[in-house]
């Protein structure tokens, strides 16, 4: 099983000091926390990507890209890349980029992005979120998959004999990840093309994570993929950890208060009884995330939250640094003691995607939005 961190790259003043880091200061710092990720022995590091204060990540395969060359183990991904504001041909030709540099070390989320403001600086219509993710997604699929592309949407302008330079590494596209926490369309999608499907779980009881995973179990076994608990399912989380849940608390509540993310709403105390945030001793944190499974079932990859609401460079270091040493692997052996042998422990790498052979490569696709089959 795969256990990692993602960012969203929030710029937010600290609460206990007044402190704004500048945008190059954040920029540096998660540039930090990506190395200090792999030092400690996690598997994966994922960024964000928006457009709009107070956030700073709008780049991420240019932040992955020098991530790449500072590392040579940990899984390079986003916690959300945007198929609807972004063009699927510059995905495709970046994220090809990317495999190459990192030889292999590239996965990808796909997400809607729900910033409504956004949509018009890139042309584009918000209340055509989904059917603009469906159909970039399909579009983007043939970009990896196809030598020449002939392709006309709704959305964007017709391709005449387009080829991607560069194609992807060995011919083989990244694995992708669909993340939703409320569309069941694309839980659907995910389903249909035998995805991954990832839940950040972050805002949510786990009735609603429940009921949207099980969703798109029961469509990837519907689609022919595996069973249903063969399906690639990761999930989000917010952890913040001190030696002891007191001190936890304590230090976590400013910093909760004025999230731009949290604060202003419920208690420290409603919200971790609802939700996954968890803020307490390492122990506390393997319990209660050895508890998802109860309702997520087997799983493949767990990321953590652990630099949100302004918290100092040190403090997420040190967040990172008992992730590696003390909870993960406690984590690492016990999902594995109860994970069945016919259920993957890792969601699919470069290495397994390149042994099986191109998905889709010998088959046709149908297109989710429209029915009609393309070669």
Do not use: C
């Amino acid at each position: 099983m795969q256990f990692g961190i993602f960012t969203v790259g929030d710029l937010t003043t600290d609460p206990t000091n007044n402190h704004t880091p500048t945008e190059h200061q954040r920029l540096k710092a998660m540039m930090k926390y990506a190395l200090k990720a792999e030092e400690v022995g996690l598997d994966v590091f994922a960024t964000g990507e928006h457009h709009n204060p107070p956030f700073v990540p709008s780049s991420p395969t240019t932040m992955l890209g020098w991530i790449a060359a500072k590392t040579s183990k940990i899984q390079l991904t986003t916690a959300t890349t945007l198929i609807t504001t972004n063009d699927p041909v510059k995905i495709a030709e970046d994220f090809s980029t990317l495999q190459h540099l990192a030889d292999g070390r590239v996965d990808l989320m796909m997400g809607r992005g729900n910033t409504g403001p956004v949509y018009p600086w890139f042309g584009k219509d918000i209340r055509q979120g989904i059917p603009m993710a469906i159909e970039n997604y399909h579009l983007l699929r043939r970009l990896w998959r196809e030598k020449v592309v002939d392709w006309e949407g709704q959305f964007r302008t017709p391709l005449r004999g387009f080829t991607l330079a560069p194609a992807p590494l060995d011919d083989t596209p990244p694995f992708v990840w669909h993340g939703s926490i409320r569309s069941t369309e694309i839980a659907e999608q995910a389903a249909f093309y035998g995805d991954g499907f990832f839940a950040n779980n972050i805002f949510w009881n786990k009735e609603h994570t429940e009921e949207m995973i099980n969703l798109y179990r029961s469509r990837f076994e519907h689609y022919g993929h595996g069973s249903a608990d063969q399906a690639i399912v990761g999930l989000g989380g917010h952890v913040f950890m001190q030696k002891n849940s007191q001190d936890a608390v304590a230090k976590f509540r400013p910093y909760f208060d004025k999230a731009p993310v949290y604060g202003h709403g419920p208690s420290l105390e409603e919200f971790t009884e609802m939700t996954p945030l968890t803020v307490g001793s390492p122990e506390q944190v393997i319990e209660r995330t050895l508890s998802f499974a109860d309702y997520a079932g087997h799983y493949q990859r767990q990321l953590f939250l652990v630099d949100h609401a302004g918290l100092p460079e040190e403090m997420v270091l040190e967040q990172i640094e008992l992730l590696g040493t003390e909870v993960v692997p406690v984590l690492r052996k016990e999902f594995e003691a109860r994970r069945p042998a016919h259920i993957p422990s890792d969601p699919p790498s470069h290495a397994s995607l390149k042994a099986q052979g191109e998905d889709g490569k010998h088959r046709k696709v149908i297109p989710l939005e429209t029915g009609k089959e393309t070669k």
